[in-house]
């Protein structure tokens, strides 16, 4: 671990400062179980200075030209760039993911996203409408104002860049609440952007819990928007509270991603893209292919192959590159993916892989990847999200069945088709319901492509500079009189 890179007070115009009431949280590193630091816990007052901080940063914000908001968001991305060694322990250390990913896989797709959206900062722009009368009409696109970001602890540096890249480019300043997990890549955020020249207060920092310092944030009537991140029960939390003073909100939820197998698929590459669709990042990935569809024709044969793909999922020291399952977040969710596993065999699911709490060294939050055959739609393991590495492998008769299966769940975040054939592919690409559809591949994303959900998995789209524009600007008509 990088010592030199825990920050661990609150981040307030350019500054560290302490909770008011000087309270702190541990934050655990959950390969060990040993504390990495203790973190000031931000409560409303906390959140509100930082709110204010943000307000006072508005005017010298907007003088800033687009041109010179871009090269400083360039600036913060060679800045990751430069210490994505540290960056990358931090947040294993944090979240117990290998090292692996969040060095080779976070944290370059953080630096892409911070350049992306440097390109649309000065590109930001509106139109002129030919009105009836003799009037000039034009519009501004104009940002939204303070942005308050609440993320979750499974992609923590990533999540604090999907909104906080895409927020500031548009002109915004921001107050990122990041899960109390996970702080400690945001907190190193905020202050690399001060580094590179960001004025004080554009991005400010307050880690603590959701309830407290989340709510405060959702409540305070001098946030404009709310950006979200987390699950489907908090989300709904947060539209309640928001409505009060008619916040604008985005919310990425849960999902129950269908990973559909047809029979005429290339079955190696579909076993290998479920395996990896369910266990990548220790399944606790909203777009987890959590839900495993499988035509009956080659079922018992996919079944074996996706059984021995699991058993390749080495549990081990995230540090160590062999490892490919890292420690679950925390003990509460560890308990919780325990429970589903639990649920699935009395349920009456078929246990053909893992399902088995683990140790590395005597020490951590580890489980083994685990494989349910034979679930019935209805159980709960194919219901409920699990938020680990937790495979449910449904048999279905044909692709009607398919379909009907992958739509039912009350979320649709994203989804995967295996198949050779192109015209099905792109067929149950229109039927399922989904805000991503992966044909033959799976987890992939791109800053350009936009990322959000159908149904219950949320509404707004992450990435992208359309889906950017529409949730961190607004549009001004400006109408001119010109027949003097
Ligand atoms: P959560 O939804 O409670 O946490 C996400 C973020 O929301 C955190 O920053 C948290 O502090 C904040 N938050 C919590 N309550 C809040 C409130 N009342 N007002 C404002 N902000 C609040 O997620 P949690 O409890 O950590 O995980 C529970 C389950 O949620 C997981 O097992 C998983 O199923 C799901 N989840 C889904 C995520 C996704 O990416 N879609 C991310 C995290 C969790
Ligand atoms: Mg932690």
């Given at each position: ?36 630091t ?19 940063a ?12 871009s ?13 994505a060694d ?23 797709s ?41 993320t979750?602890?499974n ?10 890249a895409?927020a500031l ?16 890549t ?13 004025p ?5 920092v ?16 001098d946030?404009?928007?709310i ?6 029960e908090?989300?709904?939390?947060v539209?309640?509270?928001?409505a009060?003073t ?14 559909v197998?047809l029979a ?10 479920a395996t ?53 977040v ?14 699935g ?12 709490r ?7 939050n ?5 494989v349910?055959?034979?679930v019935?739609?209805?159980?709960k ?28 769940t ?19 690409a229109?039927?399922i319901q ?7 591949t799976?987890?992939?994303y ?16 992450d990435?992208?500079?359309?889906a ?15 027949d003097?």
């Open positions: 671990m990088h010592e030199d890179a825990v920050r661990n007070r609150l981040w307030i115009g350019n500054e560290w400062v302490d909770a008011e009431d000087g309270g702190t949280f541990q934050t655990i590193n959950p390969a060990t179980g040993e504390v990495i203790e973190v000031a816990s931000a409560q409303a007052a906390d959140v509100d200075k930082a709110v204010a901080s943000a307000r006072g508005m005017a010298e914000w907007r003088k800033v030209n687009p041109h010179k908001r090269q400083l968001l360039w600036r913060l991305a060679d800045a990751i760039e430069a210490n540290e960056l990358g322990a931090l947040e294993t250390a944090d979240n117990g993911k290998p090292y692996f990913e969040s060095r080779k896989i976070d944290v370059p953080v630096v892409e996203i911070f350049r992306y959206f440097a390109g649309l900062a000065d590109k930001v722009q509106g139109a002129t409408i030919p009105v009836a009368g003799p009037f000039l009409n034009y519009t501004l696109r104009e940002p939204v104002g303070i942005v308050g970001c609440i979750p602890w992609f923590p540096l990533s999540m604090a860049t999907w909104k906080t895409p480019a548009c002109g915004n300043v921001v107050v990122l609440k990041p899960a109390e997990q996970t702080p400690l945001a907190l190193r955020l905020g202050e690399l952007a001060a580094e590179v020249g960001f004080p207060g554009v991005l400010n307050v880690p603590g819990f959701g309830e407290t310092a989340g709510a405060a944030l959702v409540r305070n009537p946030v404009d928007a950006a979200f991140t987390g699950s489907t908090v989300g709904k939390i539209m309640r509270e928001a009060d008619l916040k604008k909100v985005s919310l990425e939820l849960g999902g129950k991603s269908p990973n197998v005429d698929a290339d079955l190696k590459s579909a076993v290998r893209g990896s669709g369910i266990f990548y990042g220790k399944g606790e990935v909203c777009a987890a292919g959590s839900r495993v569809i499988v035509e009956r024709a080659i079922y018992d044969d996919f079944v074996e192959a996706f059984a021995k793909g699991a058993s390749k999922m080495t549990v081990g020291d995230p540090m160590d590159s062999g490892t490919r399952l890292g420690a679950i925390s003990e509460e969710q560890l308990e919780r993916v325990m429970s589903y596993v639990e649920a065999k009395s349920e009456g699911a078929r246990l053909v892989h893992g399902g088995e683990t140790d590395v060294d005597g020490k951590g580890f489980v083994t990847a685990t349910f055959a034979d019935e739609p209805g159980m393991i194919a219901q409920e999200e699990i938020f680990g590495p937790v495979a449910a492998v449904i048999p279905v008769d044909d692709i009607e069945d398919a379909i009907h299966t992958a739509n039912h009350i979320y649709g975040l994203a989804a995967g088709i295996w198949t050779r054939d192109i015209g099905k592919a792109h067929r149950i229109q039927e989904a805000g991503t559809v992966w044909i033959n799976y987890n992939q791109d800053a350009a492509s936009p990322f959000g959900g159908y149904k219950q998995s949320g509404f707004g789209r990435l992208g500079y359309q950017a524009l529409d949730k961190y600007t607004q549009t001004k008509s400006v109408w001119v009189a010109v003097g």
